[in-house]
């Protein structure tokens, strides 16, 4: 069973471009969470979508955004950026659905790492 | 809320013993324990759901005291495979849905 993959793995950019991450989850899994990972910052939560819909919103400003497609898998994108936006991007998905009961597991993937020039 | 761990990093030996911590200020319903080793993705270790029941993975066991909105992860007899950055994650209600928030990790040397 394939893992959850983000692409790309790696990438550069200058300040002000913009980027696009892409997240494909485990099949069968229709929630995808994104996560921003700075050192000593731990996991700072971006955003969960479920069903095409935005369930949360993590506080981070309009400059991040991200949507999921009818496949499950899923996008984020950052505009204009800045050299504190260098970090490493993680998407997780999950079997849950985020307002029933029962245990909300992630599966991480490997990460996108994002730096900013 | 970001929950706060605490140690923020510990050296061990290897066969000691560690405990970490963590804590909220919000009502929880669960809180999730992951690992991540260096350059690889968090690993999911265990999930404690309100109730005060203690999970056990291996030699690592965790308890949730619900009252005090508290979690503590008991890793025993340390491997050196048990180096890494431990992260609690606490589950909370937020609107109709429930979020899961990270701490900033604490950082598990074991030296042979």
């Known amino acids: 069973k394939a893992g959850v993959t983000q692409t790309p793995r790696y990438l550069i950019k200058t300040r002000g471009q913009q980027v696009t991450l892409s997240c494909s989850p485990i099949s069968g899994h229709r929630s995808v969470s994104w996560y921003q990972q700075t050192p000593g910052q731990g996991l700072q939560f971006l955003f969960e979508?479920?069903?095409?819909?935005?369930?949360n919103k993590g506080n981070f400003p309009g400059r991040f955004s991200g949507r999921q497609f009818s496949n499950s898998r899923s996008e984020m994108n950052v505009s204009t950026l800045e050299l504190g936006d260098s970090a490493l991007y993680l998407c997780a998905s999950s079997l849950f659905r985020p307002s029933s009961a029962g245990a909300n597991v992630l599966t991480f993937g490997a990460g996108s790492r994002l730096t900013v020039l | 809320q970001q929950p706060v761990q605490s140690p923020q990093a510990v050296i061990l030996r290897e066969g000691e013993d560690a405990v970490i911590n963590c804590s909220s200020s919000?009502?929880?319903?669960?809180v999730h324990w992951y690992r991540q080793k260096h350059g690889e993705a968090p690993v999911f270790l265990m999930i404690?759901?309100?109730?005060?029941e203690q999970k056990g993975h291996e030699k690592i066991s965790a308890s949730f005291n619900e009252k005090k909105q508290q979690s503590s992860l008991y890793l025993t007899a340390s491997q050196l495979s048990y180096s890494g950055t431990y992260f609690c994650?606490?589950?909370?209600?937020?609107?109709?849905?429930?979020?899961?928030?990270f701490g900033s990790g604490t950082q598990l040397t074991v030296l042979p």
């Open positions: 919000k009502a929880l319903y669960s």
């Open positions: 979508y479920f069903s095409e819909t935005q369930r």
């Open positions: 994650g606490t589950e909370m209600m937020t609107g109709s849905a429930r979020q899961l928030t």
């Open positions: 404690l759901l309100k109730g005060g």
